[in-house]
């Protein structure tokens, strides 16, 4: 059986070159389109593939991006992209920059709605034009998982990020080296399938495919403006005071402790309790990967929760980053914090 995908260019460092030819250590900066697919050898045969690249939102297409430069516009882009081929396709392959790849990845879960088709992510860690490029072992690998039925792999209906020899949850998914070409690592779910000469899915972990394609819808709405903080030792009140404060800010990732800790400052512990009480969602990640929050687990994560704190379980910073820009772009404060330790997407483990 052949398949059909659309392959979506973003940018990242797959496609990049040094921005100087003649200075191979000049910084890199990605190449166009036409010169990333002059590059593809080998593609798979039973698989007919598009490349394109990002949607500018505006019916143009955005230059290839250094995924710094990538954010919620670009998310809300990409997912009315995929929504306008959905039918088309029997499965699509994002190329993006490693850098943010989790933050993309988790956001188009939550975007995409009653997704039955593969969504794949995937990059590189060296340019595909360089010998011992981990890009054509990588893209080959998307490829077979979008195009699933000439593959004869199961459907995997979810945003995945396959890398290296992995197909992991994108909204379990963190990047976790910038040297080993297993970049990523989805500390609190086993990877989906595991890539050798044969790649085994692992069925029993995947989530249902909708009963029909009609159910999928695209999201667009992001607008929300959260911000990303974290306790460290030393952290002032003042300090703290100063990032919870910032105007137009309605929700907080702060990254604790340990199981969800933080200093037991009754004035540190206040602060954060009147950025509750002025609407704003404070959710508790840890800067420990593995493991969930367990607020009540020590009295130093106790403070939090009396001052209104949420836990949000064994999800990632990254996970929850899209989960609260896409909660709070939808629901009241209230809704949004009932909703941060509910599973949507298969982004935590629920207690
Ligand atoms: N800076 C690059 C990016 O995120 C890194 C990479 O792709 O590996 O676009």
Redesign the pocket.
Known sequence: MRAKVLVIYT???MGMVPADEADPDSPLVPAGRDRLARAIVNPPGDIDWDLIGLADGAGGTLPPL???DVGPGHWTALAAQIAAAYADYDGFVVLH????MAYSAAALSFLLENLGKPVVFT?S?LPIFVSRSDAPGNLANALAIAGWPASKLPCIPEVVICFADVVLRGNRATKVSTGAYRGFASPNLPPLARLGIEIAVERALLRSRPASDAAFRADRRLTAQIMDISLYPGITVSQLDAMLSVPGVQGYVLRCFGAGNAPGDPALLAVLGRAVAAGRVVVAVKHCPEGAVEMGLYAAGSGLRHQGVVPGADMTAEAALAKLIWLLSRYDAAEAAALVGRDLRGELTAG
């Open positions: 940018g990242g460092t250094d995924s710094s920059g490693t850098d943010t990059g860690q």
